[in-house]
């Protein structure tokens, strides 16, 4: 058997001080060579938020090149199972809340700093995965076959009002709500650090970036961009002279990530197997060839769920349907498992997101894919074949009025 390899990347970063601001609060680390990548903004007025982004990106990165992160790493990419995928991602999250502890010492050690904190989106590649960190609004996207999907959940008020099913009406009073944040590294005992695992396909890109690129560059554009530009570096620097030239009231940061090739991974064939099983059994995608299959599933994105987790209708800007890939989940007093489709009608739009109280929840470790409706629609639109099976798909799903599977 070969030894697994981690995956071939590039990767360059940009930052800028912005038009407004005095001093960059952003921190950032690229290092290819370990496959470690981290961007943190850091909050709590002059002077304490560059500490506490520089802390959180030196404290996280010191524990992911320690045994721990090393360790997990080589056990998931040599043997795949469900113990070493709770290692990796245990190890990856308890560097982050080093950093975050480190953050609040310092903090009550110096009274000027009292309060100070950053946000946190870092990556370690493991494998041919990426174990992806995140605490407050800076952003992770992955872009494939042109397509940008941002995969981690703003912690913002506005983001969590969202997923709770509540009304929010558009307008100004958005900005407010999107402006608070709810969840960060130095936020003391409720800080909370979410990590996932994306398995990687050669050609992928990935964008770090914090809110002062997000704010202005949408995320279709971030497609376009990544997409385009000849090397991880320009698209990088394209990024935040957007951010710029659209009015650039924040510190910039842009950190992007090219897979060149994903190497030899012993466990990416048996999990792919097992993958395309769940696939084909799922009444959304049942209908097609298994290659039209693939062409549906690049808008869709991995996360994982711990048991007891409620599985959100509304997620990464949208509103979202999942697949589940393995594992169980329990919606409206009935057990489910793997090829399951959640919340059908999220893809079209109908009626509002679930409360709280009618979510799914999940009985044990849950692997899935995200489609968002948002993505499902374009999709659509650009690719009759695929439109007419699913939409038929669909229809008998939501007439049925259970999740299917």
Not at 39 to 64: F, I, K, Q, T
Not at 156 to 180: D, F, H, Y
Not at 328 to 346: F, H, K, N
Request: include cysteine.
């Amino acid at each position: 058997m070969l030894a697994p390899v981690r995956a071939s990347i590039v990767a360059a970063g940009a930052t800028h001080v912005g038009n407004v601001r005095d001093h960059n609060e952003d921190a950032h680390v690229v290092d290819a060579d370990d496959g470690i990548f981290i961007v943190c903004d850091g909050m709590g007025g002059h002077a304490a938020g560059e500490v506490a982004s520089a802390l959180g990106v030196r404290v996280a990165r010191e524990h992911w090149l320690g045994p721990a992160v090393q360790k997990a790493a080589t056990a998931w990419a040599s043997s795949g199972t469900l113990e070493a995928r709770r290692a990796i991602l245990t190890a990856v999250k308890n560097g982050v809340m080093a950093a975050h502890r480190t953050i609040c010492a310092q903090a009550d050690e110096d009274h000027g700093k009292h309060g100070m904190g950053t946000t946190f989106t870092g990556v370690v590649v493991a494998g041919g995965d990426a174990v992806v960190a995140h605490a407050g609004d800076s952003r992770a996207y992955l872009v494939r076959g042109g397509i940008a999907v941002q995969l981690t959940e703003d912690h913002t008020l506005l983001a969590r009002l969202i997923a709770s099913g509540m009304p929010v009406l558009e307008g100004a009073s958005n900005t407010r709500w999107k402006g608070v944040i709810t969840n960060a590294l130095g936020f003391g005992d409720d800080t909370k650090v979410i990590t996932f695992l994306v398995p990687l396909s050669d050609g992928d890109k990935l964008l770090l970036c914090s809110d002062g690129v997000s704010e202005y560059v949408g995320e279709a554009e971030v497609g376009q961009v990544l997409a385009t530009q000849p090397s991880p570096a320009r698209a990088a620097q394209k990024l935040v002279d957007l951010a710029l030239e659209r009015g650039g009231e924040d510190n910039a940061t842009a950190l992007v990530i090219k897979v060149v090739e994903v190497g030899h991974t012993p466990v990416a064939a048996e999990q792919r197997r097992r993958d395309d099983d769940a696939l084909a059994r799922c009444p959304l995608l049942e209908p097609l060839s298994p290659q039209q299959r693939l062409r549906a599933v690049r808008i869709a994105v991995n996360r994982d769920f711990a048991s007891g987790d409620l599985i959100a209708e509304a997620s990464m800007g949208s509103r979202v349907a999942w697949i589940v890939l393995a594992g169980e989940i329990v919606a409206g007093g009935v057990t489910a498992g793997p090829g399951t489709l959640l919340y059908p009608e999220a893809l079209l739009g109908q009626g509002a997101p679930r409360r709280a109280d009618a979510l799914a929840v999940a009985v044990d470790d849950l692997r899935t894919l995200a489609i968002r409706g948002d993505d499902f629609l374009e999709l659509a639109g650009e690719d009759p074949d695929l439109a007419e099976p699913m939409y038929a798909a669909l229809a008998r799903m939501i007439g049925a009025g259970k999740p299917a599977g």
